[in-house]
């Protein structure tokens, strides 16, 4: 599945992902913002693309590469904690290299996954959940149609001692 928009593509992961998956995955600067503290092996990631062929209905989930105007992979997009039933999902997104941010990629990735998600899968309303200190992802997701609806206090442990999180909801 590709989603063609603008200047962008969202597609679905393949193997040769992998390497570039577990570098980006086990950079420590990228745990700050998702969530993740722990090295990820080769082998466990290998497992997780083959998985990502499930439907997003079975899996709850969906991770889509992100690649600029020249086919290259620059980030990733994924929905998550997809409750049909109440018509939302979670989003998340990382351009990795600091190269590749400020040039309106994710801000097209936002956009081309709000509209997938209205049109293909229903979704009412997308949720994102930002450290307040993401000052650039904060006013990422305020440009594309998010409202801060609430703050988490002191809800993230960093190095540096604890840190509000910004709860961000968009209605389709």
């Given at each position: 599945?590709?989603?063609?928009y603008k200047t962008i593509t969202l597609r679905a992961l393949e193997p040769e992902d992998v390497d570039l998956l577990y570098a980006w995955e086990n950079d420590p600067e990228s745990w700050?913002?998702?969530?993740?503290?722990?090295?990820?092996s080769k082998y466990n990631l290998a497992r997780y693309v083959e998985a990502s062929h499930r439907d997003i209905w079975e899996s709850k989930e969906m991770r889509l590469?992100?690649?600029n105007a020249d086919k290259k992979p620059v980030g990733t997009i994924e929905l998550f904690d997809f409750d049909p039933y109440h018509s939302r999902a979670g989003v998340g997104i990382m351009i990795y290299n600091k190269k590749e941010r400020r040039k309106g990629i994710a801000g097209l990735a936002l956009d081309a996954i709000s509209l997938y998600a209205r049109n293909e899968l229903g979704i009412f309303q997308l949720y994102a959940?930002?450290?307040?200190?993401?000052?650039?992802?904060?006013s990422l997701f305020r440009k594309s149609g998010f409202e801060v609806n609430g703050v988490k206090k002191k809800w993230l442990r960093t190095p540096h001692g604890r840190e509000d999180e910004i709860f961000l909801q968009k209605e389709l």
């Open positions: 599945m590709n989603i063609e700050q913002v998702s969530n993740v503290h722990a090295l990820l590469m992100i690649e959940n930002v450290a307040d200190s993401n000052k650039a992802s904060v």
